[in-house]
């Protein structure tokens, strides 16, 4: 199974110009089975709506997540799936003051494995992302899933900062390469999670030329080799029912 997380930057590039066909050709690249998006601006210049385009060029069902109204219309988080989902909640994790934050949990069955799925985009501000991790941890602790998946622009510079520790405490070690900025990364905002980690057989930043320039974000890809699931403790289990602090 190859899942990805994804900031399309509202699918404008380097040059600053809006093309929802360059997302679309480092989608065909990428060939996920389920792909995460985020900064989604559900009305463009496409001549059909953005994430209707996008599914049919990576064959994909649509799953929306909106967060935002302006006046440049709707605008947030979507899912893109080739896998059916049994089943789709959306959550609230805005912090008052802030700008609205939400995140996209899935229940997937592949292969007999129980696979959960949340895909987020955090706030930017330091104390805004412990709140919003500290939700989506007490959430994840609520259900039993074989393999859980945490990914999304977590915008979490702060190598030291509490919400990667507790990340790290749960989940375990994942890589995270630099997908931020994408013509010369060097920050890994862009972050994917599973338990058990030995799930994760392999973790990369989609480093392609059509990547570079298509949004101000590199892909991450990670692919799951999901029969470890059934051979491996998790990674977290002994330590997830403390609360973060």
């Known amino acids: 199974m190859r899942i990805a997380t994804y900031n399309i930057h509202r699918a404008i590039g380097a040059d600053g110009r809006q093309d929802p066909s360059r997302i679309a050709q480092v989608l065909r690249e990428i060939d996920g089975d389920v792909v995460a ?54 959550l609230d994790i805005s912090v008052p003051q802030r700008e609205p934050r939400g995140a996209i949990e899935m229940d997937l069955r592949v292969s007999g494995v129980d696979v959960q799925i949340v895909a987020t985009h955090l706030g930017l501000r330091p104390g805004e992302r412990r709140e919003q991790i500290k939700a989506l941890l007490a959430h994840l602790e609520r259900a039993s899933p074989q393999v859980r998946v945490l990914l999304g622009d977590l915008n979490e510079w702060f190598l030291w900062g509490r919400p990667l520790r507790w990340l790290h405490r749960v989940f375990g070690d994942i890589p995270a390469p630099a997908t931020f900025p994408a013509r ?28 570079r320039a298509a949004s101000d974000h590199l892909p991450l890809v990670a692919e799951l080799d999901l029969k470890a699931a059934t051979m491996r403790p998790r990674a977290g289990r002994g330590s997830r029912a403390a609360p973060p602090r």
């Open 37 to 90: 998006l985020h900064e989604v601006a559900y009305r463009t210049d496409a001549p059909e709506p953005l994430l209707e385009y996008l599914g049919k060029q990576m064959g994909a069902s649509v799953i929306e997540g909106i967060t935002l109204r302006d006046e440049r219309g709707h605008y947030g988080n979507a899912v893109l799936t080739r896998i059916p989902v049994t089943a789709v909640r959306r």
């Open 184 to 211: 010369w990364p060097f920050l890994a905002l862009d972050r994917l999670w599973v338990d058990p980690a030995a799930v994760a057989t392999d973790v990369r930043a989609h480093r392609s030329t059509a990547a």
